[in-house]
């Protein structure tokens, strides 16, 4: 999540919307008075080299140097442990809800723009069904796995009830008059990602666009022949507002 008052936007950020590559490429254009949350160690430790870091989420500032120290030291469990996994959220954390954004702070909010990332629902799920064949393990790697493996992970996924944690629509709904909605589509990320830095006048952006937790293999899986038609129902159904909004096609 960002928040940025100096270029008067706020990025809410979605789950497997490429939203930590698109958080990665911001944040170094951010001021000093601007909030930006704790990502996954490792692509802090990415966001570090490019001149991002977290800041402003916590009301102790010692605990968010010792978090960036902890990142550049490449203690990444410590890390996480105080930062983006965990078990007491910070004043302002990853995946936080616009509403909860707005409970903490009195905006202008015909003065700042509301930028989300979404993407294909089926796309989404299986995103995250292959991130947590590797998370585990994640140190900045590509993270590629069988086809096989992938659609076994779906399966799991919907016999939790894990799937709709994709489900972002409800993160960013708000009755509040903003400037804009800006919408990054993931399948466009970066002629999306170009129109938003120039709308905020921010010049072409970086020389070469983050892309964190890749799973290249994902991109190519057809739907089809990795859901079972009772879970593409499901999606469906869950899904039918985003399907709706976003105009992604049904199958």
Request: one cysteine or more.
């Amino acid at each position: 999540m960002l928040l940025s008052h100096e270029h008067k936007f706020i990025y809410v950020k979605g789950r497997k919307v490429a939203s930590t590559s698109i958080e990665i490429s911001l944040s170094p254009f951010c001021g000093p008075s601007d909030i930006v949350t704790p990502i996954t160690p490792a692509d802090e430790l990415h966001r570090l080299s490019i001149g991002g870091k977290s800041q402003n989420f916590s009301h102790d500032t010692q605990l968010e140097a010792r978090y960036l120290q902890l990142v550049r030291d490449r203690k990444f469990k410590e890390a996480g442990n105080i930062g983006v996994h965990s078990p007491h959220p910070s004043r302002f954390y990853n995946h936080m809800p616009l509403a909860d954004i707005e409970a903490r702070l009195t905006l202008p909010y015909n003065e700042y723009s509301v930028v989300i990332s979404e993407r294909n629902p089926y796309a989404k799920i299986i995103s995250l069904a292959n991130m947590r064949l590797s998370f585990s393990d994640y140190r900045g790697e590509a993270m590629e796995n069988a086809v096989d493996d992938i659609r076994r992970s779906i399966g799991d996924l919907f016999h939790n009830d894990r799937f709709r944690i994709v489900r972002n629509i409800s993160l960013y709904q708000t009755k509040n008059p903003y400037k804009d909605l800006v919408v990054i589509r993931q399948e466009n990320l970066a002629s999306d990602l170009a129109q938003l830095f120039s709308q905020l006048g921010l010049g072409k952006g970086l020389d070469h666009w983050p892309h964190a937790k890749k799973g290249p293999a994902n991109q190519r899986l057809d739907p089809a022949i990795m859901f079972t038609r009772e879970q593409l129902d499901l999606v469906n159904l869950e899904f039918a507002d985003e399907f709706e909004t976003f105009g992604y096609e049904r199958i």
